[in-house]
Each structure stands twice: as structure tokens, then as C-alpha cells.
């Protein structure tokens, strides 16, 4: 947190004339509580469905991608259509479209639903 502020200083991230910087160093690190939660809840779903070690990690990408459309989605038929394009594409990278429909309802109370 302390080292985003000092880039924000002297002007590696965003414009030197930002000179409030407290709104920028509280969304980074909203977005970063956010992605430590999405992280934690994710990684223990994935334990209680006793999902291999070896692909945990794919998963938890997939969460923190669905997590972005979560979070800038411009309105729920939007939110909905884009995450069930992202199973779609996670499906065929090889993860299971069961586990990623109970990431989302269970991570992001989001019921994507069958098309």
C-alpha cells in the first residue's frame, strides 16, 4: 500500500497533478481486499470439493476473472452473459463447468444458469 502511494508521488502511476491521493490508494486497496477474499473463498470451496491440488490454481484464476466482470459488469444481463462466456472458455481449457457454476453462485451469489 505504502509503496503504490510513493509510484502515486512521484507520478509512475497516474498524473503528477493527482494530488489527493488517498482515493487512489483506497480503491487499490479495496481491490486488493477484494482479491484476497475472492482468493480465501475460492480456495476453500475447492478444498471442500476435494478438487486436485494440480488445477487449484486454474481455478482460482477463473474466480478472480469472474470477479473482475463481477464488479464492472453494466448490469446484470450483462454481468451474466459475459460469465457464462467465461465458463464456456474455462470449460474448454479443461476445467470443470460444475465446480466453476459453484464457484459463482457460491463465491459471487451468482446464478448463471443453463443456455
Same mark, same amino acid.
Given at each position: 500500500m505504502e509503496n503504490y502511494?510513493?509510484?502515486l508521488k512521484v507520478g509512475q502511476c497516474g498524473a503528477e497533478r493527482n494530488v489527493g491521493l488517498k482515493g487512489p490508494a483506497e480503491r487499490f486497496s479495496a481491490a486488493m481486499e477484494r482479491v484476497r477474499r475472492t482468493r480465501a473463498? /475460492?480456495?476453500a470451496l475447492l478444498e471442500d +470439493?476435494? %478438487?486436485?491440488?494440480? &488445477?487449484r490454481f486454474?481455478?482460482? /484464476?477463473?474466480a478472480l476473472r469472474l470477479?473482475?466482470? %463481477?464488479?464492472?459488469?453494466w448490469g446484470e444481463h450483462a454481468c451474466r452473459e459475459e460469465a457464462r462466456l467465461l465458463v464456456m472458455t474455462w470449460q474448454a481449457r479443461? +476445467?470443470?463447468?460444475?465446480v466453476m457454476l459453484r464457484i459463482a453462485?457460491? &463465491?459471487?451469489? +451468482?446464478?448463471i444458469g443453463e443456455k
Open positions: 502511494a510513493a509510484r473463498e /475460492t480456495k +470439493l476435494e %478438487v486436485p491440488s494440480i &488445477v486454474h481455478y482460482c /484464476t477463473f470477479g473482475k466482470i %463481477v464488479n464492472h459488469a479443461g +476445467l470443470d463447468r460444475d453462485r457460491e &463465491v459471487f451469489e +451468482l446464478e
